[in-house]
């Protein structure tokens, strides 16, 4: 007997694909979409300016790379802020809802645990956002994201998961429903094709 490959219809579940390959032309694009979108959501970073940020982007090939793979999956990333000690910015996931990189367990652990079964999920977030070198929202940076918009209104993100839920099992989502920002929890191996996960980067 065939095993199956996916869950609820059986049709095969797409691996997410990640690719950090990205040319000087596609570079000089991404860095004009990534302008337009800052100077259009000032309400975002309203004390920002864009020429620091274009600077720090160019004197790093690697944090394009890692905005490439956050905008061809979906993310349409922007600055959220600033971290004054560390002098850098905040990128963040900004799609009105969970970016394209869905049907995803939590971690390779809970990924694991369908394959015994013959179910096979896109992949999962903890090695996805380590392959586009960014990290999870936690609760309280998901809840400052929030903050700045209203995100998650008919899907939901994956989010790190404190170490005690982890160990029991466990992992933590979030979304806005009823004009209210909710975190949940489920099981790690859990998937769906409506929730995806929210990454940052720091530049």
Same mark, same amino acid.
């Given at each position: 007997?065939?095993?199956?490959?996916?869950?609820?219809?059986?049709?095969?579940?797409?691996?997410?694909?990640?690719?950090?390959?990205?040319?000087?032309?596609?570079?000089?694009?991404?860095?004009?979409?990534?302008?337009?979108?800052?100077?259009?959501?000032?309400?975002?970073?309203?004390?920002?300016?864009?020429?620091?940020?274009?600077?720090?982007?160019?004197?790093?090939?690697?944090?394009? /790379?890692?905005?490439? /793979?956050?905008?061809?999956?979906? &993310?349409?990333?922007?600055? *959220?802020?600033?971290?004054?000690?560390?002098?850098?910015? *905040?990128? %963040?996931?900004?799609?009105?809802?969970?970016?394209?990189?869905?049907?995803? %367990?939590?971690?390779? /652990?809970?990924?694991?645990?369908?394959?015994?079964?013959?179910?096979?999920?896109?992949?999962?977030?903890?090695?996805?956002?380590?392959?586009? &070198?960014?990290?999870?929202?936690?609760?309280?940076?998901?809840?400052?994201?929030?903050?700045?918009?209203? +995100?998650?209104?008919?899907?939901?993100?994956? *989010?790190?998961?404190?170490?005690?839920?982890?160990?029991? &099992?466990? /992992?933590?989502?979030?979304?806005?429903?009823?004009?209210? $920002? +909710? $975190?949940?929890?489920?099981?790690?191996?859990? +998937?769906?094709?409506?929730?995806?996960?929210?990454?940052?980067?720091? $530049?």
């Amino acid at each position: 007997m065939a095993k199956s490959t996916g869950k609820g219809s059986g049709k095969p579940i797409p691996q997410v694909e990640i690719d950090l390959n990205i040319s000087a032309a596609d570079g000089k694009l991404l860095m004009r979409v990534l302008q337009e979108r800052f100077e259009n959501n000032m309400s975002r970073h309203a004390k920002l300016d864009w020429t620091p940020i274009q600077a720090k982007l160019e004197a790093r090939a690697g944090n394009l /790379a890692s905005l490439q /793979a956050m905008e061809s999956t979906g &993310g349409e990333p922007d600055v *959220i802020g600033y971290e004054e000690d560390q002098d850098k910015y *905040i990128f %963040c996931d900004c799609s009105a809802e969970s970016p394209n990189r869905r049907s995803i %367990c939590y971690d390779r /652990a809970g990924e694991e645990e369908r394959e015994k079964k013959g179910v096979f999920p896109g992949g999962n977030a903890i090695d996805l956002a380590h392959a586009m &070198g960014i990290e999870l929202l936690d609760e309280n940076q998901y809840r400052e994201l929030q903050a700045l918009g209203s +995100f998650d209104l008919k899907t939901s993100s994956w *989010i790190q998961a404190p170490h005690v839920i982890r160990k029991l &099992g466990g /992992a933590l989502f979030g979304d806005r429903r009823y004009d209210n $920002v +909710f $975190v949940y929890h489920n099981g790690a191996q859990s +998937f769906y094709s409506s929730r995806g996960f929210r990454g940052r980067l720091l $530049v």
